[in-house]
Nanobody
Framework: VQLQASGGGSVQAGGSLRLSCAVS????????MGWFRQAPGKEREFVAA????????RYADSVKGRFTISRDNAKSTVYLEMNSLKPEDTANYYC????????????????????WGQGTQVTVSS
């Protein structure tokens, strides 16, 4: 299984970006899809996740109402639409998945994921 993330960039505060993560090597609905981020000097933190079976979603409190996770089954791709970006959203963003289903209560736990894509940098300037 491979994940290919793209879509990062530099924007001003209040701007928008859309990240994409394409899954290859297994059926798209083979496991949950998550987005995590890591800023310099900080721990990796959960951003958003999607259960590809139930389509249930979860968001970190810090991004609720601003970020939206969605999917395109035909393209085996998950998206992270980021609006009203803030400087504190600056980080390297990673998509992740695991092979197999997961209980929704664990979908925000990085340890539940066993396949990670390369990061894509998001920089928000004030």
């Amino acid at each position: 299984v491979q994940l290919q993330a793209s879509g990062g960039g530099s924007v001003q505060a209040g701007g928008s970006l859309r990240l994409s993560c394409a899954v290859s090597g297994r059926p798209f609905r083979g496991g949950p899809m998550g987005w995590f981020r890591q800023a310099p000097g900080k721990e990796r933190e959960f951003v958003a996740a999607l259960d590809t079976w139930t389509y249930n979603t979860r968001y970190a409190d810090s991004v609720k109402g601003r970020f939206t996770i969605s999917r395109d089954n035909a393209k085996s791709t998950v998206y992270l639409e980021m609006n009203s970006l803030k400087p504190e959203d600056t980080a390297n963003y990673y998509c992740a998945t695991r092979n197999g289903r997961i209980v929704l209560s664990s979908i925000n736990w990085a340890g539940a994921y066993d396949v990670w894509g390369q990061g894509t940098q998001v920089t928000v300037s004030s």
